[in-house]
């Protein structure tokens, strides 16, 4: 099946600091998600992008769906940015779709 | 509109019992899956229902299955339940379509811990 690889693993920031979060796939993709899990643990959706680039915010994210990446970029951070970020492909299989996770990148932002 | 809604929040059960866990979809999603989350493992697909019909299945084993309801609304049950079997389970709901209908958006799931 696709394989989904985040990186970093973890992060850790300053408030205000700009970081960049990437994800990379093994093979052609319907469509990809960004979510923020909280610590409560729902997935919160932050971007549908199967390809090119959307801006919500401080937060952006672009997808180049022919070299099989996306990048979350996240500016002027703030302590409540903390949390794992996950990026999933959606794939048709059978005759439905199904979400491949990455295995996310756990951010932490410092005051 | 309301979101994905997962009912209970917390479970705790003893090795061997069964547990029915439910979810109910946006209005107007078709499309349920539901996903195991794992330190271990990390998120994975278990299956998914459109129209009441199961369309996908992950790997897993026979004790874990669900059911869709003419209104959307999905159960899913494990049987015969193991330690390993503790875990955040995540519902997603999406109209099930192509393009933009397989924008899946997630319940707050369900922590469920067998001791």
Known sequence: GIQVEQSPPDLILQEGANSTLRCNFSDSVNNLQWFHQNPWGQLINLFYIPSGTKQNGRLSATTVATERYSLLYISSSQTTDSGVYFCAVVTREAAGNKLTFGGGTRVLVKP | ?115
């Open chain 2, 1 to 115: 509109k309301a979101g994905v809604t997962q009912t209970p929040r917390y479970l705790i059960k003893t090795r061997g019992q069964q547990v029915t866990l439910s979810c109910s979809p946006i209005s107007g999603h078709r499309s349920v899956s539901w996903y195991q989350q794992t330190p271990g493992q990390g998120l994975q697909f278990l299956f998914e229902y459109f129209s009441e019909t199961q369309r996908n299945k992950g790997n897993f084993p026979g004790r874990f299955s669900g059911r869709q309801f003419s209104n959307s609304r999905s159960e899913m049950n494990v049987s015969t339940l193991e330690l390993g079997d503790s875990a955040l389970y995540l519902c997603a709901s999406s109209k099930g379509q192509g393009g933009t209908g397989t924008e899946a958006f997630f319940g707050q799931g369900t922590r469920l811990t067998v001791v």
